[in-house]
Antibody
Framework: EVQLLESGGGLVQPGGSLRLSCAAS????????MSWVRQAPGKGLKWVSN????????YYADSVKGRFTISRDNSKNTVFLQMNSLRGEDTAVYYC???????????WGQGTLVTVSS | EIVLTQSPGTLSLSPGERATLSCRAS???????LAWYHQKPGQAPRLLIY???NRATGIPDRFSGSGSGTDFTLTISRLEPEDFAVYYC?????????FGQGTKLEIK
């Protein structure tokens, strides 16, 4: 059974940093791209970032480019999202999701809430 | 960026009825890279349809997808109580991998 478990969310002040983790199990992690998708309270889904299975290719939404960094540790079956210079508009539930190369987001974690507020 | 516009914003129907949801893209999307998800309150999204018309594992055959180019449709042939949720389309062929704004399917 595929499991994706996010952690690392919480309350942070504007300008602060947070590192999210997503621990994966139940599939061959290094063969799958991983993405982060966020959902602001009461709003729709917004893709944030994506990393290839090897970690060699990364992609970002314009709204987070230069502030967020996605990475992965295939030896630990974990993907990370380092979030710096956080803003109020980054407040959201952050989901990690798995996909085969150029595939849909097949499996999703339960999400972790990030709140940016003073 | 490919913008996906879903309609209607809210669809009010009764169990047993047929639901038709629309997703229109600002530029052509390869059918191979169009997906539909639904999301129930407090839950993560779930993949329903990929490649515009292929059902994901475990998705009942009352769900079907169609379309090409810039116009795509999700049809639920006979609504069950568990189908009432928010539905999103997504294109995953071109970064950024955009989602539509969602259609809320509610019980009439």
């Amino acid at each position: 059974e595929v499991q994706l478990l996010e952690s690392g969310g919480g309350l942070v002040q504007p300008g602060g940093s947070l590192r999210l983790s997503c621990a994966a199990s139940g599939f061959t992690f290094s063969s799958y791209d991983m993405s982060w998708v966020r959902q602001a309270p009461g709003k729709g889904l917004k893709w944030v970032s994506n990393i290839s299975g090897s970690g060699s290719n990364t992609y970002y939404a314009d709204s987070v480019k230069g502030r967020f960094t996605i990475s992965r540790d295939n030896s630990k079956n974990t993907v990370f999202l380092q979030m710096n210079s956080l803003r109020g508009e980054d407040t959201a539930v952050y989901y990690c999701a798995s996909s085969q190369w150029r595939g849909p987001f097949e499996d999703w974690g339960q999400g972790t809430l990030v709140t940016v507020s003073s | 960026e490919i913008v996906l516009t879903q309609s209607p914003g809210t669809l009010s129907l009764s169990p047993g009825e047929r639901a038709t949801l629309s997703c229109r893209a600002s530029q052509s999307v390869s059918s191979a890279y169009l997906a539909w998800y639904h999301q129930k309150p407090g839950q993560a999204p779930r993949l329903l349809i990929y490649g515009a018309s292929n059902r994901a594992t475990g998705i009942p055959d009352r769900f079907s997808g169609s379309g090409s180019g810039t116009d795509f449709t999700l049809t639920i042939s006979r609504l069950e109580p568990e189908d009432f949720a928010v539905y999103y389309c997504q294109q995953y062929g071109t970064s950024p991998y955009t989602f539509g704004q969602g259609t809320k399917l509610e019980i009439k």
